[in-house]
């Protein structure tokens, strides 16, 4: 596990930050409850117990559900109630859901659960927590949430998987759920009033994600700012427009950062220099893609910014329906309702898709022999015999034309359900989706472009900069440089490792000092 991210993480009343999510999700870091939450979990308890001997129906406790919600249950109905709930919701199809994503989710429900508001019994929140720390990973199917009563289908499978039903993965190995917690020692559930629901209403699924995509995509900021670096030096460009004065003249923060990493990247370089004059008499200034680099990763970054304040926002929340109060009323709500979230999402799918465009115009740039200033068409070796990176080239376009698809907003649309009383939905799961597939594209777009500019630098005379050239080595142990023709989609995937493993962002801020986030 990196050292940047906590081995336990205390699940307590309070909220959990982003980066404790990514270390149960992503690197499974063990999941403690606070005394303090179970005690608040208890004493809200106390109170669903009281109103489910009240006569007077409650939403949630003695009533059916959305467009059900008239009905009053009789006491001896509602733990099946609870279990038809939980059975019938648990509805998702398609392709299986990353494992990651998976606990996430668990891992934000569960923080909800702790938060007292949600009138569960201790045991539920403590079967929740060991379910998590044995690896017990529900099977969540793609399709299935439409982001409004919260992440309703996927949050069912993981409910239904503590009940003991349904299919989960161990290992990556599939299981029946009931052997899985049999075998990890765990108690299946037996769910009583208010449980069932409290298990499936919430925004965890689209918040999961979008913690994920905010760690991946601020490692994505500082990649696009190395690999602009090697860009300019391996067209020969200049770094006399990432002056930090230029950048004080249009004070948006993102993008004084991501200047001063291109600057600190490419400082010191021989290439540079030796091509200065000749710059400054013949070119005089750099394309767009070049020039405006920190204009538009400046951008990228300002709106992660905010994206990852929605997410802290929702971190901190108690998403239920209904929810008990801190008075002891139970309240029927709109929390769950995913929109905030949604357009987080949706935002940075937008923003993704124009980081990974202007990648894609830069490398273009070095494949064209009348704009890559003296190098050979395609960086070929011998062009004619040689294709160089052409295809390369083709597979950064046909991502990048994919992500510009994927940034159609899902929060714009919405399809009513549960016979109109759910008629104004968020679609922030879909959101979430989609974003996942745009930080990949990304990753993969940028990771070409890096290759293709360390082809070139090495082509090119004179010694790069320290930034520059500490990538091109960390890239050179595992992929070999310039030369004939060979078979390149292998390279292609290394450096993608590279580039999403963090390990190329190490090598510059071990030779340079550390890049601003």
């Known amino acids: 596990m990196p050292n940047a991210y906590p081995s336990t993480v205390t699940v307590g009343v309070g909220a959990l930050t982003i980066e404790e999510v990514v270390a149960v999700a992503r690197y499974g870091a063990t999941v403690e409850i606070s005394a303090e939450a179970l005690d608040e979990v208890a004493s809200t308890r106390d109170r669903v117990e009281e109103l489910a001997q009240d006569p007077t129906p409650v939403y949630g406790i003695s009533t059916g559900f959305g467009a059900l919600a008239r009905r009053h249950i009789p006491e001896e109905m509602r733990a099946q109630l609870q279990l038809s709930l939980v059975r019938s919701h648990a509805a998702g199809t398609g392709p299986e859901v990353e494992e990651e994503v998976i606990r996430a989710l668990m891992l934000l429900r569960l923080s909800t659960l702790c938060t007292g508001r949600t009138g569960v019994r201790p045991v539920v929140v403590e079967t929740y927590a060991k379910a998590l720390n044995a690896g017990i990973v529900p099977v969540v199917r793609e399709y299935g949430s439409l982001g409004c009563s919260g992440d309703l289908a996927p949050l069912a499978?993981?409910?239904?998987?503590?009940?003991?039903?349904?299919?989960?993965?161990?290992?990556?190995?599939?299981?029946?759920?009931?052997?899985?917690?049999?075998?990890?020692?765990?108690?299946?559930?037996?769910?009583?009033?208010?449980?069932?629901?409290?298990?499936?209403?919430?925004?965890?699924?689209?918040?999961?994600?979008?913690?994920?995509?905010?760690?991946?995509?601020?490692?994505?900021?500082?990649?696009?700012?190395?690999?602009?670096?090697?860009?300019?030096?391996?067209?020969?460009?200049t770094l006399v427009v990432f002056a930090d004065d230029l950048q004080q003249l249009r004070p948006h923060p993102g993008q004084a950062d991501s200047a001063a990493n291109i600057r600190q990247v490419a400082d010191g370089s021989e290439i540079l220099a030796a091509a200065l004059e000749e710059f400054k008499k013949n070119q005089v200034q750099d394309a767009y893609s070049v020039r405006c680099a920190p204009q538009v990763a400046g951008g990228f970054r300002d709106t992660l910014a905010h994206t990852a304040q929605v997410a802290e926002r929702e971190l901190a929340a108690a998403v239920d329906n209904p929810v008990v109060a801190k008075d002891g009323r139970v309240v029927s709500n709109g929390n769950f309702h995913g929109a905030p979230v949604a357009y987080?999402?949706?935002?940075?799918?937008?923003?993704?898709?124009?980081?990974?465009?202007?990648?894609?115009?830069?490398?273009?740039?070095?494949?064209?022999?009348?704009?890559?200033?003296?190098?050979?068409?395609?960086?070929?070796?011998?062009?004619?015999?040689?294709?160089?990176?052409?295809?390369?080239?083709?597979?950064?376009?046909?991502?990048?034309?994919?992500?510009?698809?994927?940034?159609?907003?899902?929060?714009?649309?919405?399809?009513?359900?549960?016979?109109?009383?759910?008629?104004?939905?968020?679609?922030?799961?879909?959101?979430?989706?989609?974003?996942?597939?745009?930080?990949?594209?990304?990753?993969?777009?940028?990771?070409?472009?890096?290759?293709?500019?360390?082809?070139?630098?090495?082509?090119?005379?004179?010694?790069?900069?320290?930034?520059?050239?500490?990538?091109?080595?960390?890239?050179?142990?595992?992929?070999?440089?310039?030369?004939?023709?060979?078979?390149?989609?292998?390279?292609?995937?290394?450096?993608?490792?590279?580039?999403?493993?963090?390990?190329?962002?190490?090598?510059?801020?071990?030779?340079?000092?550390?890049?601003?986030?």
């Open 157 to 237: 499978h993981c409910a239904l998987a503590l009940l003991g039903e349904g299919e989960v993965r161990v290992g990556g190995e599939l299981k029946d759920a009931g052997e899985a917690l049999a075998a990890a020692g765990i108690e299946p559930l037996e769910l009583r009033e208010k449980e069932g629901l409290a298990l499936i209403n919430g925004t965890d699924g689209m918040l999961g994600q979008l913690c994920l995509a905010i760690t991946d995509l601020r490692a994505a900021a500082k990649t696009a700012d190395i690999a602009t670096a090697m860009t300019v030096e391996g067209l020969l460009g």
């Open 344 to 517: 987080a999402l949706d935002f940075l799918s937008i923003v993704t898709a124009d980081l990974a465009s202007i990648s894609e115009r830069r490398t273009d740039r070095f494949l064209d022999p009348a704009r890559n200033r003296g190098l050979n068409a395609f960086l070929a070796d011998d062009p004619g015999v040689d294709s160089g990176h052409m295809i390369a080239q083709y597979a950064q376009a046909g991502i990048v034309s994919e992500l510009k698809r994927l940034a159609t907003p899902a929060s714009a649309d919405s399809i009513p359900s549960s016979a109109m009383q759910e008629d104004h939905v968020s679609m922030g799961w879909s959101a979430a989706r989609k974003l996942r597939k745009a930080v990949d594209g990304l990753q993969r777009v940028l990771a070409v472009e890096i290759l293709t500019a360390a082809r070139a630098i090495d082509m090119r005379e004179g010694t790069p900069a320290g930034g520059t050239g500490a990538v091109i080595a960390a890239l050179r142990e595992t992929v070999p440089g310039p030369g004939t023709d060979r078979y390149l989609s292998p390279e292609i995937e290394e450096t993608v490792r590279l580039v999403k493993s963090g390990a190329l962002i190490d090598a510059v801020e071990a030779a340079t000092g550390m890049l601003r986030g």
